[in-house]
């Protein structure tokens, strides 16, 4: 679900992998579609080496955006420009155990506009991960009965 999404410092949304050359790479806006070039000096971030802190160790952004949705049906989350005592509560029904001291609410709300971004799009698709990482005794990968 989340290989190949990035999250680029210095622009918004979140960006889609398309290339890799020697010094840069090219990636895809999900909001807009435009296709940039993005060199070694800027800073990216790939949303599946993304955790949150919890007071019972780091939780995968993965997790954390499966716990979302469940929280909301499948839908929209709530409007990130509330107020924080706002973002934090909503935060707290759905990770209880998060890390108040080191999870900012400017991480709660990029955590919650990404969700946004990755339901719009149509990318959170949570039952075929499972069934991707599904292996037999024997080793070999297996598919699901129906």
């Known amino acids: 679900m989340l290989k190949g ?9 979140l960006f889609k992998l ?5 010094n840069r790479i090219i990636v895809e806006s999900l909001l807009t579609g435009k296709r940039m070039p993005v060199g070694t000096s ?17 939780l995968p952004l993965r997790d954390v955006l499966k716990k979302i949705a469940e929280q909301e049906q499948g839908g929209q989350t709530i409007d990130t420009k509330l107020a924080d ?4 509560k909503y935060f707290g029904t759905v990770i ?3 890390d108040r001291e080191k999870v900012y609410v400017s991480d709660i709300r990029k955590v919650l506009l990404w969700y946004n971004i990755l ?3 149509e990318l959170l698709v949570f039952e075929e991960e499972v069934a991707e990482n599904e292996v037999n005794q024997d080793g070999e990968e297996s598919t699901p009965s129906e």
């Open 119 to 121: 339901q719009e799009k």
């Open 5 to 13: 999404i990035l999250s680029v410092s210095g622009q918004p949304g």
């Open 96 to 98: 209880p155990d998060y």
């Open 85 to 88: 005592a706002e973002i934090r």
């Open 18 to 22: 398309i290339a890799e050359a020697k």
């Open 42 to 58: 800027t800073k990216v971030s790939s949303l599946e080496d993304i955790a949150i802190y919890t007071n019972s160790g780091d």
